[in-house]
């Protein structure tokens, strides 16, 4: 029996309590953003106003709504090949295709990339993107030249994104950052939004789905039109410094050791892992797009809700269909026997 809140969709907001005997240590020197798409606009610019910034190298694999939100700020982005299901060699060859004054971003794809490049002294800036791959040991013990994270994809903060210089001091902000009370509501809708699901977790029968819902929506289209560095108030820094420490991998990698055990590779999809590293979610690779449609369906039928990543890029690669179903801090051995009798069901249903 699937919790009735279901598996997956936003997080609800939980008291930073429940996670204090969780918790990791951070040697980082970061600096804090609302998002972690400001946090690599911000980035940007610092290099931007150095005058060392020739081309902007992206992989073709990346979420659609961050680079078409950068775009609007760099809209000659550059484009380089990778298969982000593949990590037996994973090695980025930036040489082969960027220069001195080029920056290339590094996408952690879903906590499994190992992040090694051939940059040299005399190759490109190096940007690496965490945002799926938080507390991944390729992130705290980077070398690159800059990082970031959008937090809110892996804590139940409203808000929130890091960078940070891992062969520097703490970043200096040299860039105007501005007061804005319009912001700020979307933080307060976000939190209430959450809190409204966390009502109707806790039994509130005046909450439900369609009632927080289009609050998380109205969030994310808000977020897409914001392009302003807006200062963090004193509340919101401690509000998201308060849940930073949370070891989300931890629980992430007893989910995961358990469903790895149930679920094999099968005729319809493949389950993408790999030995040493903690994957962002349980991930299913498909060949066919009926395949993954129709399981997906399926799930959501039954109250798992998977998240498409991504599924405005194409690739020229047989198997390339790719679904995450969240195995995070919210759920317990148990929803992952849920996960897997769904999955089973559908496996004897396609095989009848």
């Known amino acids: ?28 020197n970061y600096t804090l953003f609302y998002t972690g798409r400001h946090a690599l606009l911000y980035i940007l ?60 971003l590094i996408n952690n794809y879903w906590g499994l990339s190992s992040m090694k490049t051939n940059a040299d002294d005399d190759g490109p ?7 799926h791959g938080w507390l991944s040991d390729a992130g705290l013990h980077s070398t690159a030249d800059y990082c970031f ?22 970043p200096k902000l040299g860039l105007n950052f501005k007061t804005d009370p319009h912001f700020y509501k979307i933080w307060d809708t976000m939190l209430h939004a959450m809190t409204l699901k966390s009502d109707f977790i806790a039994g509130d029968t005046h909450s439900n789905s369609s009632t927080y819902l289009p609050l998380f929506y109205e969030v994310e289209e808000a977020l897409n039109v914001y392009t302003d560095f807006v200062e963090l108030t004193e509340e919101h820094n401690h509000f998201i410094e308060s849940y930073l420490h949370f070891n989300t991998r931890k629980i992430k990698e007893t989910h995961l050791d358990y469903l790895y055990t149930k679920l094999q590779d099968t005729a319809y999809f493949k389950v993408i892992k790999r030995s040493g590293f903690t994957a962002f979610g349980f991930l299913l690779l498909f060949k066919e797009a009926t395949d993954y449609n129709d399981l997906k ?12 990543l991504w599924p405005d890029n194409h690739l020229d690669v047989e198997w390339r269909y790719f679904l995450n179903i969240h195995i995070d801090y919210r759920y317990t051995l148990t929803d992952m026997d849920s996960i897997i009798s769904l999955i089973h069901t559908w496996l004897k249903h396609k095989m009848a």
């Not at 809140?5 to 609800?12: D, M």
């Not at 979420?63 to 990778?82: A, E, F, M, V």
């Not at 994270?149 to 703490?170: E, T």
């Open 1 to 28: 029996m699937v919790r009735k809140e279901g598996i997956g969709s936003y997080f609800h907001f939980e008291k930073q309590k429940r996670f204090k005997d969780v918790s990791v240590p951070l040697d980082l």
């Open 45 to 104: 610019n610092e290099i931007n106003h150095s005058g060392n910034l020739s081309k902007i190298w992206f992989p073709n694999y990346y979420c659609q709504h961050t680079l078409g939100w950068i775009k609007k700020s760099y809209p000659n982005i550059h484009i380089y090949d990778i298969n982000p299901f593949e990590f037996s060699s994973d090695v980025v060859n930036v040489n082969e295709f960027a220069t001195k004054n080029d920056v290339v």
């Open 125 to 131: 800036t190096i940007i690496e993107d965490h945002s």
């Open 149 to 170: 994270v959008s937090l809110r994809k892996s804590l139940p903060i409203p808000l929130g994104g890091m960078y940070w210089k891992p062969n520097d001091a703490r």
């Open 297 to 308: 369906q399926f799930l959501v039928a039954n109250k798992v809700y998977p998240s498409s």
